[in-house]
């Protein structure tokens, strides 16, 4: 994989991040990957449970795993190279290689992956501390072809946070 992209340390504080109430690290962290896609230059359209986006639809499965449809945590668009792109959230170290993030990685990347250019891309937020391990799960697991398609985004744990 050649895009690895740093969220800024740890005093990151995206729109529609409130302090008033605790709120799951899960949400708190597509949050930070919807504010991320907008800064990479992508519109929005889709972010489960973030305030003022209704919640992505299922993406069909062709037939991996399960073969259950998929739903990403946050969907949105590149008018630039006109493709969807889709973004997920790991926030701990099992995440990024059981059975349904495997299977999650490969229905959003055979999303459109006949259209070469304008196929998806898939963002994965991740614990910057894994951003290594987490190349060696996706060339380990993930066929070749979709690798340019995948771009991690670390970000870095505060002292005592999950």
Do not use: C
Request: net charge neutral.
């Amino acid at each position: 994989m050649q895009f690895i992209r740093v969220m800024p340390a740890v005093e990151f504080q995206p729109a529609g991040f409130s302090m008033g109430f605790i709120i799951g690290p899960s949400l708190r962290h597509a949050i930070a990957l919807v504010e991320f896609m907008k800064q990479e230059g992508f519109t929005v359209h889709a972010a489960s449970g973030v305030e003022g986006y209704k919640f992505p639809t299922p993406v069909h499965n062709d037939g991996y795993g399960k073969a259950i449809d998929r739903r990403p945590d946050v969907v949105g668009f590149d008018f630039r190279r006109k493709r969807i792109v889709f973004g997920v959230v790991r926030v701990d170290r099992p995440s990024l290689d059981s059975e349904d993030a495997l299977e999650e990685y490969n229905v959003f990347l055979d999303h459109n992956a006949k259209l070469l250019d304008q196929a998806s891309i898939l963002y994965v937020m991740i614990p910057e501390e894994y951003l290594q391990e987490f190349t060696s799960v996706i060339t380990h697991y993930i066929h070749r072809d979709y690798w340019h398609r995948i771009v991690p985004v670390g970000w870095k744990k505060q002292a005592g946070a999950k």
